[in-house]
């Protein structure tokens, strides 16, 4: 009963889980055939290997309507057509015609993207990536290859059940790894092994020269041409959509060798899963207050990379209290030295600090109290309840609006005191509103911030403001409440996390129009810095030399310089 019990409390935030911006990105594949062996489930193969040519789908198509929107309803498009690719000869076809014509294109991975990048009135094609879905090992490479449609299901069943290994990737399986990986992407074993990009290896990328002419190249971490190696390293955080579109992406660990189960991390094989739910009515303001700065500090004094504190993950589910509850999500390798004793003592500081008090009861070695249920789990067996706790990220029919932020410390009290007030407010937003706070830091710290785009490499978490509902007619009460409550939290620095000591600027697969509006931020910091900070300048070069003529666009694409 208790599962279940905690199981509906979360039910009430759709969660900030779905991580990825699933804008197709700017890369895409070289032409040159390339021996592939293996793959996880046969009909992944099947799809991708049709000899048959892509699909183009037109208005008239039965089709359209299930093809001209993402996960989020307020975004939709009218495109003359949506072209589904099979190979990437087809994309760049694609790319071509679009560029003759003089036609807006856009592409679409899973659909997660939270803003209208993908999907809006300018798109006149877009290139739908789903059936490009396959996950193999290409020996030519020595890398797994995995086609830029498949989402993270398809690639943690394929190398999990055919290799033993898995990426750390985001929790909501099924994103696309489009945006997902093009954005840095990160999830619940990233604290353990870093980001999903610190295992790419190289991406195939449709790219079009100041000509006007698209072709296929592939840039690799080792690619011995300057020019590819920075096309490279632009793939790795910079975001989707600005530079070209991905059509595969190779995986490999940096410096691993030896048979394809060696070349990625191993999968745990069991984990730990902890759900916790907390009643709003035994909350507190001051327990409210103590939980949100436990949860920071421990992150912050247990961020040690290769440590089983150093391995914890958790999201904490700070949810509106119309939804009736608050909650947070922990995983852990069951495997770890010490790991039930490291787990233990977390969930009983988040009781603690709430003051609330009960019995414990032993699960597999973990203490469990009236609040939190343990279960230990097959770790893809895991992955899959996990992704699936919160129906509403998996609802493709839900309106939604997100604000995100790096912290690289425990949320101040001044912050703390102004996300009470609003998760308390009476102005009734959506039961699916609030702030999901997950941790980063552990492995992802090992990597230097100009390695890869991704800047923020010392935050200890992420914050992300969300509210999802149904009617159109709630727009207005949905977004105005995450308006205003990201604004009153970060108000000390124009409304938004400027990079300092404490906060460290915003999650590019968490974009938020709003930012590059002096409406809602008010500080000195453009949108791009509070996204990538230091880099964006290079992003800025590798934008002049792939994409001149700036085909692939969106409201938060990379500028040219």
Same mark, same amino acid.
């Given at each position: 009963?208790?599962g279940?019990?905690?199981?509906?409390?979360?039910?009430?935030?759709?969660?900030?889980?779905?991580?990825?911006?699933?804008?197709g990105?700017?890369?895409?594949?070289?032409?040159?055939?390339?021996?592939?062996?293996?793959?996880g489930?046969?009909?992944?193969?099947?799809?991708?290997?049709?000899a048959?040519?892509?699909?183009?789908?037109?208005?008239?198509?039965?089709?359209?309507?299930?093809?001209?929107?993402?996960?989020?309803?307020?975004?939709?498009?009218?495109?003359?057509?949506?072209?589904?690719?099979?190979?990437?000869?087809?994309?760049?076809?694609?790319?071509?015609?679009?560029?003759?014509?003089?036609?807006?294109?856009?592409?679409?991975?899973?659909?997660?993207?939270?803003e209208?990048?993908?999907?809006?009135?300018?798109?006149?094609?877009?290139?739908?990536?789903?059936?490009?879905?396959?996950?193999?090992f290409?020996?030519?490479?020595?890398?797994?290859?995995?086609?830029?449609?498949?989402?993270?299901l398809?690639?943690?069943?394929?190398?999990?059940?055919?290799?033993?290994?898995?990426?750390?990737?985001?929790?909501?399986?099924?994103v696309?790894?489009?945006?997902?990986?093009?954005?840095?992407?990160y999830?619940?074993?990233?604290?353990?092994?870093?980001?999903?990009?610190?295992?790419?290896?190289?991406?195939?990328?449709?790219v079009?020269?100041?000509?006007?002419?698209?072709?296929?190249?592939?840039?690799?971490?080792?690619?011995?041409?300057?020019?590819?190696?920075?096309?490279f390293?632009?793939?790795?955080?910079?975001?989707?959509?600005?530079?070209?579109?991905?059509?595969a992406?190779?995986?490999?660990?940096?410096?691993?060798?030896?048979?394809?189960?060696?070349?990625?991390?191993k999968?745990?094989?069991k984990?730990?899963?902890?759900?916790?739910?907390?009643?709003?009515?035994?909350?507190?303001?001051?327990?409210?207050?103590?939980?949100?700065?436990?949860?920071?500090?421990?992150?912050?004094?247990h961020?040690?990379?290769?440590?089983?504190?150093?391995?914890?993950?958790?999201?904490?589910?700070?949810?509106?209290?119309?939804?009736?509850?608050?909650?947070a999500?922990?995983?852990?390798?069951?495997?770890?030295?010490?790991?039930?004793?490291v787990?233990?003592?977390?969930?009983?500081?988040?009781?603690?600090?709430?003051?609330?008090?009960?019995?414990?009861?032993?699960? /597999? $070695?973990? +203490?469990?109290?009236?609040?939190?249920? %343990?279960?230990?789990? #097959? &770790?893809?067996?895991?992955?899959?309840?996990?992704?699936?706790?919160?129906?509403?990220?998996?609802?493709?029919?839900?309106?939604?609006?997100?604000?995100?932020?790096?912290?690289?410390?425990?949320?101040?009290?001044?912050?703390?005191?102004?996300?009470?007030?609003h998760?308390?407010?009476?102005?009734?937003?959506?039961?699916m509103?609030?702030?999901?706070?997950?941790?980063?830091?552990?492995?992802?710290?090992?990597v230097?911030?100009?390695?890869?785009?991704?800047a923020?490499?010392?935050?200890?978490?992420?914050?992300?403001?969300?509210?999802?509902w149904?009617?159109?007619?709630?727009?207005?009460?949905?977004?105005?409440?995450?308006?205003e409550?990201?604004?009153?939290?970060?108000?000390?620095?124009?409304?938004?996390?400027?990079?300092?000591?404490?906060?460290?600027?915003c999650?590019?697969?968490?974009? /938020? $129009?709003? +930012?590059?509006?002096?409406?809602?931020? %008010?500080?000195?910091? #453009? &949108?791009?810095?509070?996204?990538?900070?230091?880099?964006?300048?290079?992003?800025?070069?590798?934008?002049?030399?792939?994409?001149?003529?700036?085909?692939?666009?969106?409201?938060?694409?990379?500028?040219?310089?």
């Amino acid at each position: 009963m208790m599962g279940e019990l905690k199981r509906r409390r979360f039910v009430g935030l759709g969660s900030g889980i779905a991580f990825t911006a699933a804008t197709g990105g700017g890369l895409a594949t070289a032409p040159a055939a390339r021996a592939a062996v293996g793959t996880g489930r046969a009909h992944k193969t099947a799809r991708a290997a049709d000899a048959s040519a892509g699909v183009a789908v037109t208005p008239a198509d039965a089709r359209y309507p299930d093809l001209i929107s993402g996960n989020n309803q307020r975004w939709t498009s009218s495109p003359d057509k949506v072209v589904l690719p099979r190979s990437t000869a087809e994309v760049v076809a694609a790319v071509q015609e679009a560029v003759t014509a003089g036609k807006r294109l856009s592409v679409c991975g899973g659909g997660h993207c939270f803003e209208d990048f993908v999907f809006n009135a300018d798109i006149q094609i877009n290139i739908n990536m789903g059936l490009l879905n396959a996950v193999t090992f290409d020996t030519s490479m020595n890398a797994f290859k995995v086609g830029a449609g498949a989402t993270l299901l398809d690639v943690y069943e394929a190398l999990y059940e055919g290799w033993g290994v898995t990426i750390p990737g985001g929790i909501c399986h099924s994103v696309g790894v489009g945006g997902h990986v093009t954005g840095g992407g990160y999830g619940n074993l990233s604290r353990q092994y870093g980001l999903t990009v610190d295992h790419l290896h190289a991406v195939e990328v449709v790219v079009v020269d100041a000509a006007g002419t698209a072709r296929a190249v592939v840039a690799a971490r080792d690619s011995s041409d300057a020019a590819l190696r920075d096309l490279f390293w632009a793939h790795t955080g910079g975001g989707g959509g600005s530079f070209g579109v991905v059509t595969a992406f190779w995986f490999r660990t940096p410096g691993s060798t030896g048979e394809p189960g060696a070349l990625l991390p191993k999968a745990p094989s069991k984990i730990f899963l902890t759900l916790a739910g907390w009643p709003w009515e035994k909350v507190t303001e001051d327990g409210f207050g103590r939980l949100v700065d436990y949860w920071g500090t421990w992150f912050e004094e247990h961020n040690t990379p290769g440590t089983t504190a150093g391995s914890l993950y958790s999201w904490l589910m700070l949810n509106h209290r119309d939804s009736g509850s608050m909650g947070a999500v922990v995983q852990l390798d069951g495997s770890l030295p010490d790991a039930p004793s490291v787990l233990s003592d977390f969930l009983a500081g988040l009781d603690q600090a709430l003051g609330l008090h009960s019995a414990t009861v032993r699960h /597999d $070695g973990v +203490l469990d109290s009236q609040y939190t249920s %343990t279960r230990l789990l #097959p &770790w893809l067996r895991g992955t899959k309840y996990i992704g699936a706790i919160s129906p509403t990220q998996l609802d493709p029919t839900t309106r939604g609006c997100h604000k995100s932020a790096h912290l690289r410390a425990r949320t101040p009290q001044r912050q703390i005191d102004a996300m009470y007030a609003h998760l308390t407010s009476t102005d009734g937003p959506s039961t699916m509103t609030g702030i999901v706070l997950s941790a980063s830091g552990g492995r992802i710290s090992s990597v230097s911030s100009t390695a890869t785009a991704v800047a923020q490499r010392d935050a200890i978490m992420k914050a992300n403001f969300e509210s999802r509902w149904y009617d159109k007619a709630d727009d207005a009460k949905n977004v105005g409440w995450i308006r205003e409550a990201f604004g009153a939290v970060y108000g000390d620095t124009g409304g938004v996390p400027v990079p300092g000591d404490v906060t460290d600027g915003c999650y590019i697969n968490y974009p /938020d $129009g709003d +930012l590059s509006d002096p409406a809602f931020n %008010t500080s000195s910091v #453009p &949108w791009h810095d509070l996204y990538w900070k230091q880099n964006y300048a290079r992003l800025q070069q590798v934008k002049a030399a792939w994409d001149p003529g700036d085909v692939f666009r969106h409201r938060q694409s990379i500028r040219l310089p």
